[in-house]
């Protein structure tokens, strides 16, 4: 959002956490009172020993990142509790495992290092955790020497770590509760023979979609 805009004259949140866009739909929406008590209590430039405990205790993170024309992409990462590491109060590590090798977090955060992370207990306590903040990417070699980020057990059962991702803490705050759902944790192998799964890597059909949509022209071609 430029200087120049309509709306500049109502960007007087300097000082405040948040962007520029928020500070001034919150004047326009007259909702700055409530922003700032949010600011004030809940939002913090470092992880709040409480927040530490948290993510320690997560199996599933969402990973929203943008390249450097602004297109985003959210993914998901999971593990067993502790598969994100905490490093200290202004740092913490997530794991990135082999996977379909496009790569789009990870070509992101190569253009624009600036990460979200979303932590959400949808088990226990019904909250969620926001940290966002610049990522820098390295080696499983660099994270084992410098970290002690080895074992398999440091990441999940039977898989390691291909690389690392490191966030450092610019921003953390809390998800309320209120649209969180109650979920149950059921042993995959315990799903009975009538739930759906996947088939294979074409779940959604896109194969069967573009082959259809190629038979046109490979019968113009078989036609010629």
Not at 1 to 21: C, K, N, V
Not at 30 to 38: I, L, P, Q, Y
Not at 121 to 139: K, M, Q, R, S, Y
Request: charged residues 30%.
């Amino acid at each position: 959002m430029g200087q120049h805009t309509p709306y500049a004259a109502l960007d007087d949140g300097e000082g405040l956490p948040g962007s520029r866009g928020e500070h001034i739909l919150q004047r326009l929406f007259a909702t700055r009172d409530r922003a700032e008590r949010f600011y004030e209590r809940q939002v913090v430039d470092r992880l709040t020993p409480h927040m530490r405990d948290f993510v320690a205790r997560q199996e599933m993170v969402f990973v929203g990142t943008a390249d450097a024309a602004g297109n985003c992409d959210t993914s998901f990462r999971a593990g067993p509790p502790g598969f994100v590491h905490v490093v200290d109060d202004g740092r913490l590590m997530y794991p990135e495992f082999r996977g379909n090798g496009v790569l789009a977090s990870l070509g992101n955060i190569m253009e624009n290092a600036h990460i979200s992370l979303l932590f959400v207990d949808f088990f226990e306590d019904l909250v969620g955790l926001h940290v966002n903040g610049p990522a820098t990417i390295t080696t499983a070699y660099d994270a084992a020497r410098r970290y002690g980020l080895a074992d398999e057990d440091r990441t999940a059962p039977g898989r390691r770590a291909e690389r690392w991702v490191m966030v450092e803490v610019e921003e953390a705050y809390i998800h309320c509760s209120k649209h969180i759902p109650l979920l149950t944790r059921q042993d995959r192998r315990e799903r009975g023979p009538q739930a759906r799964r996947p088939a294979g890597d074409d779940y959604f059909g896109v194969g069967r979609v573009r082959s259809v949509a190629r038979e046109p022209e490979e019968a113009g071609k078989s036609a010629g």
